[in-house]
């Protein structure tokens, strides 16, 4: 079985040396890039499993490189964790905004890093049910892993991909962040309860072209559910 790359695009070599070590001791195979130029070349030219990508980047920013690998369909769909030493609350968002699956804010510990990568690949390979699931005209095919409304495309990230999909698997029912984190993130994971928050908005945001905003609820004092029913009512 082959090993999972991960690409480290970070500025500091220390840093690149203690992470490469440490994922070839968990037998993962390493590529480094000190630039985010060199980061995109090696990303396009080598189809990395994963990108441990540095916020602080020398010229190009992480958060630049991300917004690009992010909106090119060639490279839209690999996963990236941010490496951050920004630990306010908006840094955090703002990286999740343009894209990242998760970040870790430095200083951090090679084993937490670790779980980290492990969660976010597990959930890049997670094999959905094979049989497409439709809602009035909102249509998920997890076999092609296409999203389509009323027969046009609906464009969305990796993740919205997984909460749609599980929305649409468990229509009807109020979740909480806690839940949503469990069943997509996986039970194991530490990830904050407002990174919900933030990919249930860019949900509604590619849904929201079509109509199928509504569907995607919010429930005071519980979470969200997906309800048909109750969009219609309101």
């Given amino acids: 079985m082959s090993r999972n790359r991960i690409l480290i695009v970070d ?6 040396e203690m992470v490469a070590v440490a994922l070839e001791l968990a037998d993962f195979d390493v590529l480094e890039a000190e630039n985010a130029q060199r980061g995109h070349e090696i990303i ?3 189809r990395p499993d994963l990108v441990l990508l540095d916020w602080m980047l020398p010229s190009v920013t992480g958060i630049e490189l991300a917004r690009r690998l992010k909106r090119d369909e060639t490279t839209n769909e690999v996963p990236i964790i941010m490496l951050t030493a920004k630990s306010e609350e908006d ?11 998760d970040y870790i804010t430095k ?5 937490e890093l670790i779980s980290r990568i492990k969660a976010v690949l597990r959930r890049a390979s997670s094999v959905a049910a094979e049989k497409a699931i439709e809602v009035e005209g909102l249509c998920l095919d997890p076999v092609s ?11 969305m990230g990796p993740t919205e991909y997984r909460l749609l999909e599980f929305f649409m698997s468990h229509q009807e029912r109020a979740y909480s962040r ?19 928050d ?13 109509g ?4 995607i609820q919010t429930v005071r004092g519980t979470g969200y559910r997906f309800s048909v029913k109750s969009a219609k009512a309101g």
């Fill in 11 to 16: 500025d500091e070599p220390a840093i690149r």
């Fill in 178 to 196: 806690t839940q949503l984190l469990d069943q997509v993130w996986g039970a194991n994971v530490y990830v904050e309860d407002r990174t919900i």
């Fill in 44 to 46: 396009v030219d080598e």
């Fill in 212 to 215: 199928y905003d509504r569907f």
């Fill in 107 to 111: 200083p951090f510990s090679t084993r």
């Fill in 145 to 155: 892993h296409r999203i389509s409304a009323n027969d046009s495309p609906v464009d």
């Fill in 91 to 101: 840094n955090k968002i703002q990286g999740l905004d343009v894209g990242a699956d």
């Fill in 198 to 210: 933030v990919h249930i908005r860019r949900l509604r945001k590619a849904l929201a072209p079509f």
